[in-house]
């Protein structure tokens, strides 16, 4: 093993306290940190695993006011049901704070503080926008409007979702308050920037030089095209009434920026834990033999590779991260994962839903981690990895492995006979886990280590298969004892190799072979002899349960029904469009048509090809309506055609303009039709 680090500070990005954890912050975050976790005890390592709900932030006073509540009722209420989904996951945080605990808003302050003081600032006063109506400025959510870089319309104050751009307010093209609705004038005030363009060269030294090789391409990519795009200054304070108020003078009415105070929660927990546990909390900050590693989603890199570093460097003492292993974004059924959408695998509810499953979930989202690039959770997915791997591979070498052992020998180990070459490769094999699963987890590559971790599984099954001591017991015997003894030996060592990735199996496991603590990797490397002859083992019980087709059409059903409810959502209350000019709209020649003919597009089965009279000329229109009009059904009609539109070919059909339609939330096409009374060939305008 490589793990040279006198001790270990793991962080596990903060969640955020305005909804429910979701697969797509396992899979990105927690369950790789926990399985690196788990690995570093079980080598006997110090560690300290640091989490806690990150609870300031405007998505939280914006959740409170739509509820009609205060933000502290929404932190309490998310913190609660994350702190206690996690537990029952087995996510095994050495502590799991808040940020709105009174030691964080001391250490969070601090900071600024000593950073103030020492001149790490800068102090502009710039216009921002302001709310008259609200009676307050729009940062961040506050504040929504058109993409400066891609035009999409509902892009927020601080960051675009659709191009991933980070903004400021101010650049948002017709920007509209969330709070009131009404469109914000510009207004003086006082913040406190953060110069990041004069750490360029620390992060260039530290990262673009000092990690080429071993930080994760799309964390050093990311961080790269930001120091490529030159840094900035950075505001880290806020016109706001929910967060840490700034503790220096003349700055009333405004507090830290999330962004700000919410790595420094990190620090915070450990002084906690440090307190509870009668430990130095400084060390797993400070010492240049502690080892930090910041496990987070892509969403966060540049937080924790730019912001939080040149904060820990202003602090002078801190050490840095050592590695910041971000993970890509796990998608669902092929869509992008949505708390507003409700597109989601809710943790909260997946526990309810499959109790005593919790470490299917681990295993499917570490089988299928968005290590490298973007994955897809299905549910089709979860059930084939659950009954093929868990059942077949795990489920059924244990089990095996145990009832045999109960069945020739009552439950105890039997002494090995003859140890045969095919014997001593398998014994020789077994001794070669540890580094195999272990040399990948310390690279950050959980999905090859769970893989190696079933690898071992299959040394059981294929020994089992082919020593065969079902038979071995009736022509020849002998060879059974040795033969039971191995696979017990595997199995006990699987007890061990596959606690980081399935605690709770683990456990049940080490019941059933009647062992009271999980055994150190080493011994599994260096002894022949794990589980001692004449051991009794315990009861045979099942480690995983098949899943049956039914549970994941009911998981499907579920998923099909939050669609439905989205496209009604979505398509009644489309984006607003940006604003055109009179000059652009008198561009449209708007005129009154009648359908005189119709017939289907051959060989497809959206297009009607329409016959339209405009007074002065009949033209030919294609139009994508035949899932909602039979073609002699839509003769005679008035409609509205944009007829400047310049003529394209449809499916081999020269389209002469367009009919102007609405579609309603079902899918179903109405046609925008003029009077009876209008006239073929006139203006609509
Ligand atoms: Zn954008």
Same mark, same amino acid.
């Given at each position: 093993?490589?793990?040279?680090?006198?001790?270990?500070?793991?962080?596990?990005?903060?969640p955020?306290? @305005?909804?429910?954890?979701?697969i797509?912050h396992?899979?990105?975050?927690?369950?790789?940190?926990?399985?690196?976790?788990?690995?570093?005890?079980a080598?006997?390592?110090?560690?300290?695993f640091i989490?806690?709900?990150? %609870?300031?932030?405007?998505?939280?006073?914006?959740?409170?006011?739509?509820?009609?509540v205060?933000?502290?009722?929404?932190?309490?209420?998310?913190?609660?049901m994350?702190?206690?989904?996690?537990? $029952?996951?087995?996510?095994?945080?050495?502590?799991?704070?808040?940020?709105?605990?009174?030691?964080?808003h001391?250490?969070?302050?601090?900071? =600024?503080? $000593?950073?103030?003081?020492?001149?790490?600032?800068i &102090?502009?006063?710039?216009? $921002?926008l302001?709310? &008259?109506?609200?009676?307050?400025?729009?940062?961040?959510?506050?504040?929504?409007?058109t993409?400066?870089?891609?035009?999409?319309?509902e892009?927020?104050?601080?960051?675009c979702e659709?191009?991933?751009?980070?903004l400021?307010?101010?650049?948002?093209?017709?920007?509209?308050?969330?709070?009131?609705?009404?469109?914000?004038? +510009?207004?003086?005030?006082?913040? !406190?920037?953060?110069?990041l363009d004069?750490?360029?060269?620390f992060?260039?030294?530290?990262?673009?030089?000092?990690?080429?090789?071993?930080?994760k391409?799309?964390v050093?990519?990311?961080?790269k095209?930001?120091?490529?795009d030159?840094?900035?200054?950075?505001?880290?304070?806020?016109?706001?009434?929910w967060?840490?108020?700034v503790?220096v003078?003349?700055?009333?009415?405004?507090?830290?920026?999330? !962004?700000?105070?919410?790595?420094?929660? #990190?620090?915070?927990?450990?002084?906690?834990?440090?307190a509870?546990?009668g430990?130095d909390?400084?060390?797993? !900050?400070k010492?240049?033999?502690?080892e930090?590693?910041h496990?987070?989603?892509?969403?966060n890199?540049?937080?924790?590779c730019? /912001?939080?570093?040149?904060?820990?460097?202003?602090?002078? %003492?801190?050490? *840095?991260?050592?590695?910041?292993?971000?993970n890509?974004?796990?998608? +669902?059924?092929?869509?992008?994962?949505?708390?507003?959408?409700?597109?989601?695998?809710?943790?909260?509810e997946?526990?309810?839903?499959?109790p005593?499953q &919790?470490?299917?979930?681990?295993?499917?989202?570490?089988?299928?981690?968005?290590?490298?690039k973007?994955?897809?959770?299905?549910?089709?997915?979860?059930?084939?990895?659950? @009954?093929?791997?868990?059942?077949?591979?795990?489920?059924? =070498?244990?089990?095996?492995?145990?009832?045999?052992?109960?069945?020739?020998?009552?439950?105890?180990?039997?002494?090995?006979?003859?140890?045969?070459?095919?014997?001593?490769?398998?014994?020789?094999?077994?001794? *070669?886990?540890?580094?195999r699963?272990?040399g990948?987890?310390?690279?950050?590559?959980?999905?090859?280590?769970s893989?190696e971790m079933?690898?071992?599984?299959?040394?059981?099954?294929? #020994?089992?298969a082919?020593?065969?001591? !079902?038979?071995?017991?009736?022509?020849?015997?002998?060879?059974?004892?040795?033969?039971?003894?191995?696979?017990l030996? /595997?199995?006990?060592? *699987?007890?061990?190799?596959c606690?980081?990735?399935?605690?709770?199996?683990a &456990?049940?496991?080490?019941?059933?072979?009647?062992?009271?603590?999980?055994?150190s990797?080493?011994?599994?490397?260096?002894?022949?002899?794990?589980?001692?002859?004449?051991?009794t083992?315990?009861? $045979?019980?099942? +480690?995983?349960?098949?899943?049956?087709?039914?549970t994941?059409?009911?998981?499907l059903t579920? +998923?099909?029904?939050?669609?439905v409810a989205?496209?009604?959502e979505t398509?009644?209350?489309?984006?607003?469009?940006r604003?055109?000019?009179?000059?652009?709209?008198i561009k449209?020649?708007?005129?009154?048509?009648t359908?005189?003919?119709?017939?289907k597009?051959?060989?497809?089965?959206?297009?009607?090809?329409?016959?339209?009279d405009?007074?002065?000329?009949?033209?030919?229109i294609?139009?994508?309506?035949?899932?909602?009009?039979n073609?002699?059904?839509?003769?005679?009609?008035?409609?509205?055609?944009l007829?400047?539109?310049?003529p394209?070919?449809?499916?081999?059909?020269?389209?002469?303009g367009?009919?102007?339609?609405?579609?309603?939330?079902?899918?179903?096409?109405?046609?925008?039709?003029?009077?009876?009374?209008?006239?073929?060939? =006139?203006?609509?305008?």
């Amino acid at each position: 093993m490589t793990l040279k680090a006198k001790r270990y500070t793991v962080t596990a990005a903060l969640p955020y306290t @305005n909804g429910p954890i979701h697969i797509g912050h396992l899979a990105g975050v927690y369950i790789p940190a926990d399985i690196y976790v788990r690995y570093l005890r079980a080598q006997n390592k110090d560690v300290a695993f640091i989490c806690g709900s990150d %609870e300031h932030g405007v998505a939280i006073s914006i959740r409170a006011k739509k509820e009609g509540v205060t933000p502290k009722d929404i932190i309490d209420k998310y913190d609660t049901m994350i702190k206690t989904s996690f537990q $029952q996951l087995g996510i095994s945080f050495d502590n799991y704070s808040r940020t709105s605990a009174p030691i964080h808003h001391e250490t969070a302050g601090d900071f =600024f503080k $000593q950073m103030h003081q020492e001149g790490k600032f800068i &102090e502009q006063t710039t216009e $921002q926008l302001y709310d &008259e109506e609200a009676q307050q400025y729009l940062a961040d959510r506050f504040v929504t409007g058109t993409c400066p870089k891609c035009d999409q319309p509902e892009a927020y104050g601080d960051q675009c979702e659709n191009c991933g751009s980070s903004l400021n307010a101010t650049d948002l093209i017709q920007p509209k308050s969330t709070l009131s609705g009404s469109i914000p004038a +510009l207004k003086a005030t006082k913040h !406190w920037f953060l110069p990041l363009d004069q750490y360029e060269d620390f992060i260039k030294e530290w990262i673009l030089e000092g990690h080429k090789n071993d930080w994760k391409s799309n964390v050093y990519g990311q961080v790269k095209s930001w120091v490529d795009d030159g840094l900035k200054p950075r505001a880290v304070t806020r016109d706001l009434d929910w967060g840490i108020p700034v503790p220096v003078e003349g700055a009333e009415g405004k507090v830290l920026y999330v !962004w700000f105070d919410a790595p420094i929660g #990190y620090i915070s927990s450990t002084k906690e834990w440090a307190a509870r546990e009668g430990k130095d909390w400084e060390p797993y !900050w400070k010492d240049k033999e502690t080892e930090l590693v910041h496990f987070i989603g892509k969403d966060n890199i540049v937080f924790h590779c730019i /912001i939080f570093p040149a904060i820990l460097k202003a602090g002078k %003492e801190y050490i *840095l991260p050592e590695n910041v292993p971000a993970n890509e974004f796990l998608n +669902l059924e092929g869509d992008k994962i949505s708390t507003s959408k409700n597109w989601a695998v809710w943790l909260h509810e997946y526990l309810d839903e499959f109790p005593g499953q &919790e470490d299917v979930l681990r295993y499917v989202l570490t089988a299928n981690a968005p290590e490298t690039k973007d994955n897809d959770f299905t549910w089709k997915d979860f059930q084939t990895r659950n @009954n093929s791997e868990l059942v077949a591979i795990i489920g059924n =070498f244990v089990n095996r492995a145990v009832v045999l052992t109960h069945k020739y020998y009552e439950g105890n180990v039997p002494d090995c006979g003859e140890i045969l070459a095919q014997d001593q490769a398998v014994l020789d094999e077994l001794k *070669l886990f540890p580094k195999r699963v272990g040399g990948s987890i310390e690279k950050y590559r959980f999905r090859e280590a769970s893989q190696e971790m079933l690898n071992l599984t299959r040394l059981g099954n294929k #020994y089992l298969a082919d020593e065969e001591p !079902w038979k071995r017991i009736k022509d020849a015997p002998e060879r059974v004892p040795t033969i039971m003894h191995i696979a017990l030996q /595997i199995a006990t060592a *699987l007890s061990s190799i596959c606690e980081p990735f399935l605690p709770h199996s683990a &456990e049940k496991l080490r019941t059933i072979l009647n062992i009271d603590r999980p055994l150190s990797w080493q011994v599994i490397e260096e002894e022949s002899s794990l589980l001692p002859v004449g051991h009794t083992i315990g009861k $045979q019980q099942l +480690l995983f349960e098949k899943i049956e087709d039914t549970t994941i059409e009911a998981q499907l059903t579920k +998923l099909k029904q939050t669609k439905v409810a989205n496209e009604k959502e979505t398509k009644s209350l489309p984006p607003q469009k940006r604003l055109i000019t009179f000059e652009d709209f008198i561009k449209l020649d708007l005129r009154v048509g009648t359908i005189i003919a119709a017939k289907k597009v051959k060989k497809t089965k959206k297009l009607l090809q329409l016959q339209v009279d405009l007074g002065e000329e009949v033209r030919t229109i294609v139009s994508g309506i035949a899932e909602s009009f039979n073609p002699e059904e839509v003769v005679g009609k008035k409609v509205t055609v944009l007829t400047n539109l310049a003529p394209r070919k449809i499916r081999g059909v020269e389209s002469q303009g367009m009919l102007l339609m609405s579609e309603d939330a079902e899918g179903n096409i109405v046609m925008v039709s003029p009077d009876q009374g209008a006239k073929n060939g =006139f203006p609509i305008a």
